[in-house]
């Protein structure tokens, strides 16, 4: 009977936990968070604090990353990674619910349009878009789709 009870208690706590944690998601056993208005999925372990890298090795890195059980990651593009960008906070300018975020620029796969050795980043610090050169370094936060 103990099993029974504890087992329902813990099922309903699951599901209302789900229900009352909004847009956001964290998935702390696969470190990732899951955006419940894009359906995207967006790494969240310690490699997005640690990796500092050019923007052809972020690419690299999220086509050939795995986590969570999961191999489809791809470096986010400019919209995908500024879906995530909240104005109402600084340092970091993102939800609480990644605890993974440096107030640093992060890449995007997006190509700068007038001039294509850039490439548009989001700065974390302030939530503002930006653009990098693609032969410097800033950090990595890959993403796939959860559809």
Known sequence: MKKRVFGFIVIV???TSLMA???FIRDDVKEV???NETHLMWQDNGDVRALTTTWQDAIDFCENFTLGGYTDWHLPNINELES?????RVSP???PTFQQTKNLFFWSSTT???????VRVVDFMSGNLNRSNKIWTSKIRCVRDNN
């Open 13 to 15: 706590g699951i599901a």
């Open 21 to 23: 944690g909004g847009r």
């Open 33 to 35: 968070v899951i955006d």
């Open 84 to 88: 995530i960008v909240d104005k109402s």
């Open 93 to 95: 300018s993102i939800d």
């Open 112 to 118: 700068y349009a007038y001039y294509t050795p850039n």
